[in-house]
Nanobody, 112 residues
């Protein structure tokens, strides 16, 4: 059974930084595309960043130049480095394997 556990969320002031981590178990991590998604209150879940098994990345326009997704296959971990945070980045952030398995999420709150 595939499980994902996110961590690293918290409360930060606008302009600050956070690094989210997602540890996967029960899957051959290096063979999977991984992604970070977010859902703000009253809004639909949206893609934030994706990293393929080969290391190619794709970002939502709203986070390009501010967020960086990376993976460390030896640790079964995918990261999301978030810089220059804005209040509109406030959301619960979820990690996903191929958009098929989801973690419980970690809450990010950015104050103005």
């Amino acid at each position: 059974q595939v499980q994902l556990v996110e961590s690293g969320g918290g409360l930060v002031q606008a302009g600050g930084s956070l690094r989210l981590s997602c540890v996967a178990s029960g899957t051959i991590f290096r063979d999977n595309d991984m992604g970070w998604y977010r859902q703000a209150p009253g809004k639909q879940r949206e893609m934030v960043a994706i990293i393929t098994r080969s290391g190619a990345t794709n970002y939502a326009d709203s986070v390009k130049g501010r967020f960086t997704i990376s993976r460390e296959n030896a640790k079964n971990t995918v990261y999301l480095q978030m810089n220059s945070l804005k209040p509109e980045d406030t959301a619960r952030y979820y990690c996903s394997v191929e958009e098929l398995v989801w973690g419980q999420g970690t809450l990010v709150a950015v104050s103005s």
